[in-house]
């Protein structure tokens, strides 16, 4: 069986003008950049700090929505109303969720 594909990637390609390697290498950063953000969400649920939550998860989201990462930037969104509504009940859940796909997303950047 064939692993999910974690971006809607004729989307993604087509804001790129079809330019594959610069996809990645936005996906890259991405990555790199969501990794440094999800212990700083961990930190701040554990703070109970709602604002540093919605904050932090709406950069996730707004970069996720950028790239056509769809799952990651509806969870992202999930989260970011969560804090807004400084109710972060269920919110470690949503970080699990959002690591799992990030492991998605770099195992399926290995084949681009």
């Not at 692993?3 to 390697?21: K, S, T, Y």
């Not at 990645?24 to 212990?39: A, D, G, R, Y």
């Not at 990462?69 to 699990?96: F, I, P, S």
């Amino acid at each position: 069986m064939a692993e999910r594909v974690p971006i809607n990637e004729a989307l993604a390609l087509e804001q790129v003008d079809g330019d594959r390697d610069f996809l990645k290498e936005m996906l890259q950063e991405f990555v790199q950049l969501t990794s440094e953000q999800l212990p700083q969400l961990v930190e701040a649920i554990a703070a109970g700090n709602s604002d540093e939550v919605r904050s932090l998860a709406h950069s996730i989201k707004g970069a996720a929505a950028n790239l056509c990462v769809e799952k990651m930037a509806a969870d992202a969104k999930t989260l970011e109303y969560m804090g807004r509504d400084h109710n972060l009940q269920g919110a470690d859940e949503l970080v699990a969720a959002l690591r799992k796909e990030m492991a998605v997303l770099t195992s399926y950047m290995a084949g681009l």
